[in-house]
């Protein structure tokens, strides 16, 4: 069944779209309906304002990415911005462009996405704009949070001899897209075959449905660390690294054996012929949380589930290096220390 | 001179584009750098949060929009948003999405109109995105602003008997739309002939350069009249209408004779064979404010510079209606009373 957008019209479908939507937070004061939303924040918060934009074609190809899964991963990127602050995702605004490709029953199953992961997450959907596209689909979100004032944490505070610690694991996003694209590229017009994904589906899952790491703030809190620097990884390991590393005017030293990768990134790397440490510096999208505390947090730390200690920071001038199994420095680049060749992920 | 975006990478470029932007507001706490901007709004303030997505080809046309009046109005329209809740603007995030068309010399130009419109409207640019595009610009800007707990205008507010009140004048920015698509279609392709616009400045800068009504939102404050509901007039005053009448629960009457239109309005309706009330009624992106007041500010609201009475509100079951110079009533429709053919404006 394909119901025309057309016949609904915009505003209809912002209707249709937004029914039954209720605000669940009490910093939402008034959602979908006016010129703007309003939100009331306590005043020991501070609000936190991220924004993301997602172009058909460059960020998400719907060959293979299913519309649900872009509405939700499209919010759950937005919030991981604003846990990377250590904060908290309170609102979204969600703006839409589509061509006359889209049915209104496509829309359904992208807002459907975004819905999910905002019931996931304790997110209010308050605002936004639907509007047509000449060629594609653009999604705009923000997101706004809240964070008590003396615990936001920047990219800008490690200080020399902080711990480098990363969630997760790294590189299995990246690899799933690999995988989602050799498979796109072998079966393209051949219908009747069906790609096979049979012990991949953790590279599939991380590419097309990541999570973002509300588990690891919660756990911080009750800890009580707040880390001197943190960040979330959207466009690789080294790269962020060398962000905190700038903005924060320090070196530091992260050991290849410590970066935490899955065995299915390994086998995949295998199978592809790629060096497994360049993709998992390199790789982007994990939306894992890369963050530095204090060497005395070192015990609290170490015993923190889901969290992998995987150097140091060091004074500037030392720069910013991976240290090799075989004990070889690499020093780590803008693109990282071995750049993948150019990619649009 | 044409710089290519590649050169910069997308880093160089979002250092480039917001080199010196300094943040003037004491809610600005930190802006472009980190994963979200970091605000901080005093107790008795709400939070306003408005969005817009502007596509290539749907809501501008770069072969006659210069880039830096595009950047202006992206900025403005937003802050419009903000003023029609009775609120102050007071950031924006920019997200920009561009094709390989564009060089970093255009984006300087489109940056150059938003840095304006901020620096005229008092607003900080802290945050954004930017990213690839495979066809065309998109611009997607969110506004957050703030107002008194007490003081925010909603649409739902209008009460039976109450005044019914635009600003400026309505029809001018949609005369000038027609304007330039007509010059553009004679002038297709003949690169001696320049087309002629003397006379019709007004119309341009309308279409072009629209404002947004900061100076009427101080009148406001100034005389101490809250409206009972508000809203910015960017779909025509037909539509908004609706939009109060449908929210407030209420119906209306407005006065054709009462509807304000510039002198060069009617001379290009004229020109182009078109009912000028439909134009001033359906025209849309006059950015004007429509907003109602009780009977009894009628006094203080009459000598109000920029400030035109069209009608009043009624019972519901009395509809929405416009009443013309011979006394005829015609019925509001969703879309104005005898709306234009669709248009993608």
């Known amino acids: ?41 306590p005043t020991n918060k501070e609000v ?34 604003i846990y990377a602050m250590n904060g908290t995702p309170k609102q979204i605004t969600v703006s839409l462009a589509l061509s006359k490709r889209f049915s209104v029953e496509d829309m359904d199953e992208l807002y459907a996405g975004i819905r999910l992961a905002c019931q996931q997450y304790g997110v209010d959907i308050v605002g936004g704009d639907t509007t047509s596209s000449l060629t594609g689909l653009a999604i705009s979100i ?30 299995a996003a990246y690899m799933g897209l690999q995988l989602l694209e050799r498979e796109k590229n072998i079966f393209k017009g051949e219908q009747e075959v069906q790609p096979d994904f049979t012990g991949k589906e953790y590279l599939l899952e991380r590419q097309l449905k990541p999570e973002a790491r509300k588990d690891i703030i919660q756990k911080l809190a009750d800890a009580n660390i707040v880390p001197t620097s943190m960040m979330d990884i959207s ?6 690294l060398m962000h905190i590393c ?21 086998v995949m790397a295998e199978e592809f012929n790629m060096n497994l440490t360049t993709c998992a510096m390199n790789g982007g999208e994990d939306y894992e ?13 170490s ?16 720069g910013c290096a991976l240290i090799t199994r075989d004990g070889q420095e690499f020093e780590l680049k803008a693109q990282g220390w071995n750049p993948l060749q150019e990619k649009e992920v």
């Open 1 to 41: 069944m394909r119901t025309e957008i057309a016949s609904l019209g915009e505003f209809g479908l912002i209707d249709h779209l937004t029914k039954g939507i209720e605000l669940k937070n009490e910093s939402s004061k008034y959602g979908i309906g006016d010129d703007a939303a309003v939100l009331e924040y």
């Open 48 to 81: 936190l304002v991220s924004t993301d934009l997602l172009m058909e074609g460059v960020h998400f190809d719907l060959t293979y990415v299913p519309l649900k899964h872009l509405g939700y991963k499209a919010a759950v990127v937005n919030f991981s911005d």
């Open 142 to 171: 923000t997101c706004i949070g809240e964070g008590d004032k003396e615990k936001i944490v920047y990219r800008y505070g490690a200080k020399d001899t902080d711990l480098i610690c990363v969630t997760g694991d790294l590189g």
């Open 235 to 240: 466009d690789g390991l080294s790269s962020e």
């Open 246 to 266: 700038t903005q924060s005017k320090t070196g530091c030293r992260v050991y290849e054996e410590h970066i935490p990768i899955d065995y299915q990134t390994a």
């Open 289 to 301: 949380l890369l963050f530095t505390v204090p060497i005395a947090d070192h015990a609290k730390i």
């Open 303 to 318: 015993e923190m589930e889901g969290v992998k200690l995987i150097g140091h920071i060091t004074k500037p001038d030392l």
